[in-house]
């Protein structure tokens, strides 16, 4: 499934379309500010994505689809849901989302275990040009591009105060993610 997607629609792909006068507008808990780098911005939400919108582009970053989507992020959603929220975005914001270039991606996935996650972290050893990095919360294998990690997806509910539904309440799952954290366009060898 897809996870975290950081997006970005920039002005030239809706020239017609003035950013900062027409998207706040459909936010909400909006704030301003300047970014010494980009100029003024606004930032907003809608409902659990958070959105920077500034005169040149708008950005959706560091945001959970499935969140946005189902209300949570430990489902799995098929590419049919993530061509939906993706024209849901689209909708809600009056922008043509389709257009944006994606510069972050996450997948990940759950695996039920018969044990306590941080049991199984011993057995997965190292990962060829990879830094493994044992930390509190899980496994981390890092990479300057890309980041492979493994954790306690109940621990982590818990601990970020969101409610565990009932029919995992007494589950082990075993959380993965695969995340390209920059240079997608090289990584994947696609525009």
Do not use: W
């Amino acid at each position: 499934m897809y996870d975290t997607v950081n997006m970005i629609l920039f002005k030239h792909s809706c020239p017609e379309i003035n950013f900062t006068n027409e998207v706040p507008k459909y936010l909400v808990e909006i704030n301003s500010g300047t970014d010494k780098r980009f100029g003024r911005y606004y930032m907003g939400q809608l409902d659990s994505l958070f959105v920077k919108v500034y005169d040149d582009k708008v950005l959706i970053k560091n945001n959970s689809l499935c969140k946005y989507y189902l209300g949570n992020n430990y489902e799995t959603l098929t590419m049919d849901d993530t061509k939906n929220i993706i024209e849901s975005i689209s909708d809600s914001l009056h922008l043509p989302f389709r257009k944006a270039e994606v510069f972050r991606i996450d997948f990940a996935n759950n695996l039920l275990m018969n044990h306590e996650p941080s049991l199984y972290y011993s057995y997965l050893g190292e990962k060829p040009r990879y830094k493994r990095l044992e930390q509190s919360d899980g496994l981390y294998y890092k990479i300057k591009k890309t980041q492979l990690c493994f954790y306690d997806k109940i621990k982590e509910l818990k601990q970020n105060r969101h409610t565990v539904p009932h029919s995992l309440k007494e589950s082990k799952l075993l959380r993965y993610e695969l995340r390209f954290k920059k240079n997608l366009k090289q990584q994947f060898k696609r525009k």
